[in-house]
């Protein structure tokens, strides 16, 4: 695959916008980046990882997400409350 700076040259933008791009790539699976500028394209063959098992991952990680965003709007509502609690005892 050509390098991050030959991507850039050809189709325009920036390196940055590239690099990224190429990042979201091998975190999908696509490439195997080698260094800051090489990235090799794998083939379906090189994981043992179904559609069906990557959907399973994402779907168990999106439920932990679930519950932590959860957590953190009890913890955002209950700063809410002593916060108004503080300025009713300021005002009175």
Known sequence: MPSTREITTELGGSRATTSAALHLLADEGFLTLKDKSTAVVRSPE????????????????LLALRGDVADVQ?????????LSNALDKLRT
């Not at 090189?46 to 990680?61: F, G, K, M, Q, Y």
């Not at 009890?74 to 002593?82: A, G, I, M, N, S």
Request: aromatic letters at 0%; glycine letters at 0%; zero cysteines.
């Open 74 to 82: 009890q913890r955002l509502d209950d700063v809410t409350e002593r």
């Open 46 to 61: 090189a994981t043992d990882e179904t559609p069906e098992s990557r959907l399973a991952d994402v779907r168990a990680e």
